[in-house]
Nanobody
Framework: QVQVVESGGGLVQPGGSLRLSCTVSGSIFSINAMGWYRQAPGKERELVAFIFSGGATKYLDSVKGRFTISRDNAKNTAYLQMNRLKPEDTAVYYC??????????????WGQGTQVTVSS
């Protein structure tokens, strides 16, 4: 019942910027929290940024000061603004949404990912 779709990935040079978008659709009562994760080839998936209800955020240490997570509740959309990108940021970026469909119906949903490649 819940769909999570990421967009905005692509190829960018080191030092460049990208903005990822994550849109959640379905019969959603509320979105409790959303996060961005990434997975590079041969590596495990890691949390990049998370935004809680009320707007509190957390970031992976290596992206602090460069990445900003935000959300537009009216559009059920979260964003990840990525500045001063580095080659080590190259990965598939996944959006996670913790949703409530009703009083007793909770879901933890993932998108299919969007590729971010940072290379000269």
């Amino acid at each position: 019942q819940v769909q999570v779709v990421e967009s905005g990935g692509g190829l960018v040079q080191p030092g460049g910027s990208l903005r990822l978008s994550c849109t959640v659709s379905g019969s959603i009562f509320s979105i409790n929290a959303m996060g961005w994760y990434r997975q590079a080839p041969g590596k495990e998936r890691e949390l990049v940024a998370f935004i809680f209800s009320g707007g509190a955020t957390k970031y992976l240490d290596s992206v602090k000061g460069r990445f900003t997570i935000s959300r537009d509740n009216a559009k059920n959309t979260a964003y990840l603004q990525m500045n001063r990108l580095k080659p080590e940021d190259t990965a598939v970026y996944y959006c996670n949404a913790q949703t409530q469909m009703g009083p007793l119906d909770y879901d933890d949903s993932w998108g299919q990912g969007t590729q971010v490649t940072v290379s000269s």
